[in-house]
């Protein structure tokens, strides 16, 4: 059974850094293409980060030089480590396998419950 369990949102002043994390089982995750997605209110969902089983990373514009995704294949998790927040960063993010070219599909149809960000002052 697939699941992926994220945690380390919160209220962040802007600029400031969150780390988030994502736990995942029921794949085979070492070999598996890893994403963070977010959807914001009133929005679709999008990816914003890929890191590939080979350690290869691609960024969403709106994202590169801010956001920094790695993997620990040794607990199954994936980070997402977010400095320089804005208020436009404020989503509910997500994690799931997607593809290093940062197409669309690449998801499994299970989410998780996702981990709430807040850039406010």
């Known amino acids: 059974q697939v699941q992926f369990v994220e945690s380390g949102g919160g209220l962040v002043q802007p600029g400031g850094s969150l780390r988030l994390s994502c736990a995942a089982s029921?794949?085979?995750?070492?070999?598996?293409?890893l994403g963070w997605y977010r959807q914001a209110p009133g929005k679709q969902r999008e990816l914003v980060a890929v890191?590939?089983?080979?350690?290869?990373?691609n960024y969403a514009d709106s994202v590169k030089g801010r956001f920094t995704i790695s993997r620990e294949n040794a607990k199954n998790t994936v980070y997402l480590q977010m400095n320089s927040l804005k208020p436009e960063d404020t989503a509910g993010y997500y994690c799931?396998?997607?593809?290093?070219?940062?197409?669309?599909?690449?998801?499994?149809?299970?989410w998780g419950q996702g981990t709430l960000v807040t850039v406010s002052s």
């Open positions: 890191i590939t089983s080979g350690g290869m990373k």
């Open positions: 799931n396998t997607a593809r290093y070219t940062m197409g669309s599909g690449g998801h499994l149809e299970v």
């Open positions: 029921g794949i085979m995750f070492s070999i598996n293409s």
